[in-house]
Structure formats: C-alpha cells, structure tokens
C-alpha cells in the first residue's frame, strides 16, 4: 500500500507538489500528466529521495525518507538514462541486484530470469550497453527493476523507443505482475499507453490531483464537463442558429477563418443531432474536440478545478 496525506513539496517558492492526498492498493495505476506537472517529484517522494514539506508518505508500511530498507521491497525504472555504457546488460542487472543484498551467484540467476523475461536473453544480454538501441536500453532498466522481484514497480516514461511488438510484450509483462499480486505505478504524459495496461488513472497538472479512479469513472467526469467543440461548415450563421434554437450549446463563437466553436454540456445529443442537421444540408465538414490531446484535457480539468467552468 502506498499513502500520501496532504503531501506538499517546496522548492523554496516554488511548488512541486501541492496538498496531494491518494491510497494505492494492490493492482495497477496510471500516473497521468503533461511534462513538468509534479509527477517526477511524486515519484521521488514515494522512492524517499525527497522529504515532503508538509504532509505524510508512507510505503509499503514504513516512511521511505526514513526507511531506506523499504527500496529492497521496490523497483523503479527511471526515465533519464542511468546506465554503464561500457558494462553489458547481464553486468549492469547483475550489480544492481548485489546492491539489494543478494549474493552473487544468486543476483547473476535473478537477472538471467529478468533479462528473459524483457526479452534480452542470449548473446545481446552481454553487448555493451553502449551499443543499445534506445528500446534496448529501454529493457536493461526494466529487467533492473524487476530482478530481485519486488512488491512495487515504479515505472516512469518505461514506453520510450520501444516498437509496437516491444510495447505489447512490455503490457502482458506488466499485466502478469499486477496478476501475481504487485502494485504497479506507471507515469506517462501518453494516454493510450498506459490504458493498454487497464488501470486506475491520477491524473495530475501543476503539482495538484485533478481526478483519480477507474477508467469509467474518468470517463464520466469528462462526460459531464463542459466541452469545446471547433466545426468547419458551409454555412456557420445557420448551424449556429439551429444548435441555439435546439438548446444544444450554450454559447456559440465564429472564427475569422468562417469555422465556429461552441461550447456544449450536453456533448452526446449535440453529436447524435449533428448526423440530424446532416440530412438537412447543415453538412460539417471538419470538427475537432478540445479533449483530442492530453494537454488539451488537462487544461480544461485545471479551469474547472479553478471554478470557471
């Protein structure tokens, strides 16, 4: 179990993370967020490298800035490049797993059964590092983290450089240990590659919470926000009467360019009666929803946690 109670992290003025509050049980999280919105610093404070300025971090039981043995029972794999270029992959894991306290026989078995596992066996487990593709590299940290079997997998951008094929096997890989029991946190500012491992999703913007739960849930918070819908059509003035005249937008903005952008609470009518006016010569030709990126998304979360919408 991994807590955080009203946790807020300062850098002198400026703020990390701000009055974060979240229990993860056992099971598989997706720690969403655009670049530079605190989850690194999340991801710190729950490894013990950083002590919260207020609040309280607890993992697995025990206060990770206090307790150091606590990394013996986590494995993280960072995003920046922490490896030994000269050393080969069997090396490199096989160091990591002494530093655990294994013995080393015992670290060199552990990480010949990681290294399989990421699909680094064989001859390229003892290339060096140094001539890696990036997906390969990719896989050195991950079999690192997984090598001496821990209870909490910490896993920050672990999608980077890898192919198709690489991301599938890396999503049953992550599955199976969520299945055996582990709690898995996985960090990525891309949507759809954490959803293909099927878990609850933080979705975190300037250092603060802005919603949490399962992929239902988040849906059913987007569905009842307002939404910002950008059309391209033949005749704006006359669609824009209709979709006021039906009580389907609230407001209505035309572009210089001749498009127009509405904003709708009632997102699933508005698109069904769109098809309607499609039969009535009202043909959109090009539309384009506020939520189509992350960034984009968590904008509109950040203006409702602000109260303006």
Sequence with gaps: MVEFENVTKLYG???????????????????????????????????????????????????????????????????????????????????????????????????????????????????????????????????????????????????????PVGRHEMNDLLRAFVKDGGILLLASHVLHEVEAVKPNFLLICGGRLLASGSPSEVRQLLTDMPAEVRLETDDPQRLASRLLEDGLVERVKLEPDGAMVVMTRRAHEFFEQLRVYSGESLVVRRMRGQTESLDELFSLLMRRHRGEL
């Design 13 to 163: 003025t400026v703020i990390g993370v701000n009055d974060l509050s979240f229990t993860l049980k056992q099971g598989a999280y997706g720690l969403l967020g655009p670049n530079g919105s605190g989850k690194t610093t999340l991801i710190n404070l729950l490894m013990g490298q950083l002590k919260p300025t207020i609040g309280m971090v607890r993992v697995l039981g025990a206060n990770p800035w206090r307790d150091d043995s606590i990394l013996g029972r986590i494995g993280l794999c960072p995003a920046s490049e922490l490896l030994v270029a000269n050393a080969s992959a069997r090396q490199w894991v096989t160091f990591q797993t002494e530093l655990h306290g294994f013995r080393h026989d015992m670290a060199q078995e552990l990480a010949d059964r990681s290294l399989e596992k990421v699909g680094l066996a064989g001859a390229a487990a003892d290339r060096p590092i140094s001539t890696y593709s990036l997906g390969m590299r990719q896989r050195t940290k991950l079999a690192q983290a997984l090598a001496h079997e821990p209870e909490l997998l910490v896993l920050d951008e672990p999608f980077n450089g890898l192919d």
